[in-house]
Structure formats: C-alpha cells, structure tokens
C-alpha cells in the first residue's frame, strides 16, 4: 500500500482496495504522533496489500470557517479512517465539535474507524475524562471502531509502541470490514 496525499489531480479512491484517511490536528504538539499513527498504518498494510493509503490534512483553526468546516466534514464523512489529534482540556474546541456533529450526520453509519492522538495521558487527567468519553460517544453513535494513544511516559518510545499496537489493532479491524482487496 502506498502512502498518497489527497489532491485535486489524484485519482478518487476504490472502495475495498485504498483506505482513506483524514487527519485532524489541533495542534502542533500532535502533528508528529499523528503523523507516527499514519505512518504505521502504512507499514503493517504494505506487507500483504496493493492500493494507497489517500490521507489529508486539516488544521482545527480553518473549521472556524463554515465552507471549510463543510467542506472536510463532508471529505471525513467518506473516511475509512479519521486520525484526531488533541490536547488537554475540559472539552473540544466548538469548530471541532461542529466539524464532528456534521459529519456523523453525513456518514450514514459508514464502517471504520476514530483514532484520537492524544498530547498527554487523557486517561488519567481528571480535566479531560469529559472530551475523551465525548470522543468515544462520537465514534460509538457512528459505530466506528475507537482508538486513542497518548504520551504515557512523555517519551518517544512509549508513544511509538501505543501507536504501533493501535496500527496493527486498527488494520485487522479494517481488513475484516473492508472487502477483499484485489491483488
């Protein structure tokens, strides 16, 4: 599978042979392990599998806009996989959560999956166990597969080995809902 960045001369994506991706990243800090999370995707389905791996990227500040925020909700709505990174905090920032309501509205109980790329240990912050069970409820009513990872140990590794294990959780999830892929 090769890694491929979405745009306006790439060719659409086939059902049950690429796997489209949307990443959603708040903030700087988040980028990287996101972009980690991606990266692996791409390794554990090159070993056994042809088609690309289509991935965009959006930024949280431009879903402030309504034709943007329309515009990737409707791009995330097709999405076999939404990658979300976020930061600490009692709750998500209202574009986010408006980019979210829309597109679970447009997914019409679509399959796949809502990875949250955390920027510190969500789980054990008692001010962010609000947004990271906000999150689950989201891909739960989507009926998505939920995946989230932090900085455990504030190193690298530790971030590495969570993503490592979310890839390879995430790919047999996806090659058991996903068709066949044509060789």
Not at 11 to 19: I, N, Q, T, V, Y
Not at 114 to 127: E, H, I, N, Q
């Amino acid at each position: 599978m090769n890694l491929v960045l979405n745009n306006p001369n790439a060719a659409p994506c086939e059902p049950g042979k690429d796997l489209n991706v949307v990443v959603l990243c708040v903030n700087p800090m988040t980028v990287e392990r996101a972009g980690e999370v991606l990266k692996l995707l791409e390794n554990n389905f090159k070993a056994d599998e042809e088609g690309r791996l289509v991935h965009e990227w959006w930024d949280y500040e431009v879903l402030g806009f309504s034709t943007l925020r329309e515009m990737a909700a409707a791009r995330t709505a097709t999405a076999d996989v939404i990658i979300v990174g976020i930061h600490e905090g009692d709750e998500l920032p209202w574009m986010v959560a408006a980019w979210m309501k829309r597109w679970l509205e447009l997914r019409n109980g679509r399959p796949g999956a809502l990875v949250v790329v955390l920027d510190a240990d969500l789980k054990k912050s008692t001010r962010s166990r609000g947004m990271l069970s906000q999150l689950k409820a989201v891909a739960a009513s989507a009926r998505m597969e939920f995946f989230a990872t932090g900085d455990r140990a504030r190193s690298h590794a530790g971030t590495s080995r969570q993503s490592k294990k979310i890839a390879r959780r995430l790919v047999l999830s996806q090659k058991t809902r996903l068709p066949a892929r044509s060789r």
